[in-house]
């Protein structure tokens, strides 16, 4: 494995972690999975944006196990009430209400649009990297160009995009 691979996931890991010994266990349960199954790798892919992939699955995996509201026997082990009572845990729906489902849904409509107005070669880059999660090198080769043409119209589309946005005064919807 290349040094800068290997760089390149601890820097990851220790952005994800915020800790030195919790990125270094993520670095390795990441290596440790990936070579468990490193028969689903396709080498025609990037080996790095497969092996972060792997790690931020990783990390949300040990985020879940570490959730002590599935962690606790029952909601009730949770709370040690001192007067004996059983108190409630208030819970957050993390789900939008209905007036805020309207807004995104508008959003949505209104960025589409947005992004209808851009020109063709910056609109097709922006959805194969951010809507069909291409990699740089597999838009280049749908699109007969350089990776860094690739990262150039992504950049660019973006920001026009973002001007874009503006002029129409669309704001993303608070939860």
């Not at 939008?96 to 849904?105: H, I, K, R, V, W």
């Not at 508008?106 to 589409?112: D, I, P, R, S």
């Amino acid at each position: 494995m290349r040094q800068s691979t290997q760089r390149r996931a601890y820097a990851m890991a220790l952005q994800m972690t915020r800790s030195v010994s919790d990125a270094e266990d993520l670095v390795q349960d990441t290596y440790v999975k990936a070579w468990r199954f490193f028969d689903s790798y396709h080498p025609g892919r990037p080996f790095l944006n497969w092996l972060l992939r792997i790690m931020q699955r990783a990390y949300l995996d040990s985020l879940r196990r570490e959730n002590p509201i599935r962690r606790a026997e029952s909601l009730n082990a949770m709370v040690s009430p001192s007067d004996g009572e059983v108190q409630e845990i208030p819970i957050a729906d993390s789900g939008f209400n209905a007036e805020q489902e309207l807004l995104m849904e508008e959003f949505a409509k209104e960025l589409q649009n947005a992004l209808k107005e851009l020109p063709e070669v910056y609109r097709k880059a922006i959805v194969l990297c951010d809507i069909e999660e291409l990699s740089y090198q597999e838009i280049a080769e749908r699109q007969g160009t350089t990776v860094g043409t690739v990262r150039s119209r992504i950049h660019r589309g973006r920001r026009m995009l973002r001007e874009a946005a503006m002029r129409k005064g669309l704001q993303i919807p608070v939860r």
